[in-house]
């Protein structure tokens, strides 16, 4: 990655943790975010969720800000909002005469009891901070540790687009951009296609835009819930080289809503690049109407820095390894040999 700023912030996936729950102040959007959350952590993906549990859900969310309108002294997070529940929320459920087939609330509290106190993810929904990100210019969520687990993985996903939103809102007159890269896993659930759409309409109005990148086709064009959230509100697609696709590309046109014309021009994509150089080419896509292809090609200094041939890596390795691990030396001096060579 190349120096930043010294604004710029790198921020781990265990940072966010209370990025949703330690505001007292709550909107609509906030609202529909947290129920979000809450019925990730409560339902599987493939378990459904009754209108009455959603009406249930709601209404605690609802009187739990209110409880905290009442009581300053309560600190917002998960630990607060779970004992609101279990010890004030339910009185209103009996008192309502709700029955268990139309909310368990036993069960409720059950499954959401490993995210309370001292309980295996107690850590993650309960941090004493408040993460303040509003004048960082850059900000990078690492999360390979944590993405393939099929809880925390969808869960912080879900915190740093609810995070994103909250500075979209609250910048004004600053370009915002959030880049969602290989996160399908989490944005695939069916608990995001609204989400998501929320988003992708949303970002526009606050001089802003979100960007999704993938390296496997297969994960755009298989989900109805991208195509619905993704593809069908995103002016400009950019596309690598398909032609390992070539034989089943007429799947991906239709997914991707793209003329022949299009197509002939992905398909043709780094067929007759200059061997001597070292460019790739690319096709972009605005909205059906503009349709281009283009080629990049990055200074010897940068191939070398972000060169992903494993044969290329140890060789920069081996030469910054010469210089202390110095990467920008090792770069220099491999150059002037190749340079030398030539």
């Known amino acids: 990655m190349a120096t930043t700023s010294p604004t710029t912030k790198k921020t781990r996936s265990n940072s966010t943790r209370s990025s949703l729950l330690t505001e007292t102040r709550s909107t609509p959007k906030k609202k529909e975010s947290l129920k979000t959350l809450i019925l990730t952590l ?3 993906d493939d378990e459904s969720f009754r209108r009455s549990e959603y009406v249930a859900l709601s209404t605690a969310i609802h009187l739990y800000y209110v409880h ?8 917002p ?27 368990d609330i036993d069960n409720f509290i059950y499954v959401l009891k490993p995210y309370y106190a001292d309980g295996e993810f107690g850590y993650l929904l309960n941090s004493g901070e408040k993460l303040d990100v509003l004048k960082e210019r850059f900000i990078v969520f690492e999360l390979d540790n944590v993405k393939d687990h099929p809880i925390l993985f969808p869960v912080i996903t879900l915190i740093i687009m609810e995070l994103f ?30 989400f998501l759409k929320y988003l992708y309409k949303t970002v526009r109005k606050f001089f802003g835009e979100a ?16 195509k619905e959230a993704i593809l069908n509100n995103a002016d400009c697609k950019i596309l690598l080289d398909m ?36 460019y790739r080419e ?16 990055p200074s010897p200094a940068e191939y070398w820095a972000y060169t992903t041939e494993e044969r290329e890596k140890v060789k920069v390795q081996e030469y910054a390894a010469k210089f202390n691990g110095d990467l920008r030396q090792g770069i220099r001096a491999l150059l002037s040999d190749l340079n030398n060579e030539k």
């Open 42 to 44: 409560w339902k599987r």
């Open 282 to 297: 690319f096709y972009v896509d605005l909205a059906g109407i503009v349709m281009k292809v283009y080629g990049f090609e």
């Open 68 to 75: 905290l309108g009442k009581h300053p002294e309560v600190f």
């Open 77 to 103: 997070c998960f630990n607060t909002f779970y004992e609101f529940v279990r010890d004030h929320y339910t009185e209103v459920i009996k008192a309502e005469g709700l029955k268990e087939k139309d909310f």
């Open 211 to 226: 960007n999704v990148v993938s390296q496997e086709i297969d994960d755009v064009i298989s989900s109805p819930i991208i």
């Open 165 to 194: 939103i909250s500075k979209m809102r609250k910048l004004k007159g600053i370009r915002k951009v959030i880049t969602i890269e290989e996160a399908w896993k989490a944005i695939a659930k069916a608990g995001m296609a609204e």
């Open 243 to 278: 032609r390992k696709f070539s034989n089943r590309f007429d799947g991906i046109q239709a997914t991707m809503g793209m003329q022949d014309k299009g197509k002939m021009m992905v398909l043709s994509l780094n067929k007759a690049n200059d061997p001597n150089r070292k």
